[in-house]
């Protein structure tokens, strides 16, 4: 149903991400935030995931890569399933490019129907050490079968 792209419409997930819903009427991401990212994504630090209906934007989210962790910062949908379409590329996209660390921030019902979890702080300075350590590459989304492939890998 959604065309799938990377680092296409950076700015434009950053202030899709930003927009009021019904269900949050503020949101901590502001121009300042935008700025600053939109910098580290011009430094190639910073990525989106962007899914499309035509040449509408109508799902997508970002984040911060460093070594082979990825930070997912915000995800926005404006079509039905648009951002976990994005999410699944996404984590196809770190597997497949070697990231061995997806940092949530919070855990959701939403992210646990993905498989997220949570961990002590303790396992989680170990990981993020470890894929500090390492080098990822963000990379364009995988065409569907290696999607699929990739996916399946435990």
Known sequence: TYRVTTDTAFH????????????RADTWINDRIIGLFTELHEAGLAHSVESWQGNTL??????????SAFFGE??????????????????GILKAGGFTLLDTQFITDHLKQFGAIEISQKDYLAQLSTAL??????????VARELERVLAET
């Open 58 to 67: 109508v799902g997508g989210l970002y984040g911060l890569a460093m070594g």
């Open 133 to 142: 350590a390492r080098q990822g590459n963000f990379r364009a989304p995988l």
């Open 12 to 23: 434009e997930v950053m202030k899709g991400c930003a927009e009021a819903t019904d269900a």
């Open 74 to 91: 915000s995800m926005f949908s404006r079509a039905t399933d648009s951002s976990k379409v994005a999410l699944c590329h996404l984590v």
